[in-house]
Each structure stands twice: as structure tokens, then as C-alpha cells.
């Protein structure tokens, strides 16, 4: 939170969190794992929105990736910001975070920070269909 506000106080730059953790406490022994879903595009959009429009907006981002179509979302309403965008990885961004990197005009990452490919899956049943990319 520290390192939160002396972002704002030193840039003046609106700071949007997205931070998603495995939790090693879950449900009955079941590990808990956080991804990008509907409530965050919800959430992140709606913050994205009250940012004034000549004011840039850091996103610190640290996920697996998740819903597409959260995903999507995000990046669409962060491209759209008029202000500058910079998304900060500190520790990676895999799928559907690497989507929402690429909707920024500056990306700061950790010297070890990774990104993933961006790897649409859609299940249905107990199927999972992935998008292959041909080389052709």
C-alpha cells in the first residue's frame, strides 16, 4: 500500500491494482486460485472510467490469466483511456493478463517478470476446446 502511494504522491498517476494469488488455505483443503473474471473487468472498468481523461493510469497486474472475455473487457476500456497507460508486472502476467498488457502504451516489468501466451480455452463438459495458431 506504501509503494501504492508513493506512486500517486511522486507521478500523479492513478494507480488501478489487479493482483491475483493462489491462496494455500481453501476450501476444505482445496487450494483456492484467483483469476481475471467478470468481477474484476467490473471493478477495474468502472475505475478505469472515473480516471480523468489527461491523467495516466498505472495498473500494477500479477495473474494467471482467466476469462477471455474479462479480459477483453479490461483491455478494450484501458485502450480506450485517452490518458497514457503503463502496466507494471512485477511478477507475471499469463493469458488473459498478457491481453491486457498489450492495450498499454508502456509496460514496466521486473527484470524476472514473465508474460505467457495468450491461450483462449473454452469448456464445455468436461471437454476443454483451446485456439491452435498454425504456422501457415
Do not use: C
Amino acid at each position: 500500500m506504501r509503494l501504492i502511494k508513493d506512486i500517486k504522491r511522486k507521478y500523479g498517476w492513478r494507480v488501478i491494482t489487479m493482483i491475483h494469488r493462489q491462496e494455500r488455505i481453501g476450501f476444505l483443503g482445496i487450494p483456492i486460485y484467483r483469476y481475471i473474471d467478470i468481477e474484476d473487468s467490473e471493478a477495474v472498468i468502472r475505475a478505469i472510467r472515473t480516471t480523468p481523461p489527461n491523467q495516466t493510469i498505472a495498473m500494477i497486474l500479477h495473474t494467471p490469466g482467466g476469462l477471455v472475455l474479462a479480459a477483453s473487457q479490461i483491455a478494450m476500456a484501458l485502450k480506450k483511456h485517452p490518458g497514457k497507460k503503463v502496466v507494471i508486472i512485477p511478477h507475471y502476467a499469463m493469458s488473459g493478463g498478457t491481453l491486457i498488457v498489450l492495450a498499454a502504451d508502456e509496460i514496466i516489468m521486473d527484470p524476472d517478470a514473465v508474460l505467457g501466451p495468450l491461450d483462449p480455452q473454452i469448456p464445455m463438459g468436461n471437454v476443454v476446446y483451446r485456439h491452435l495458431v498454425s504456422s501457415r
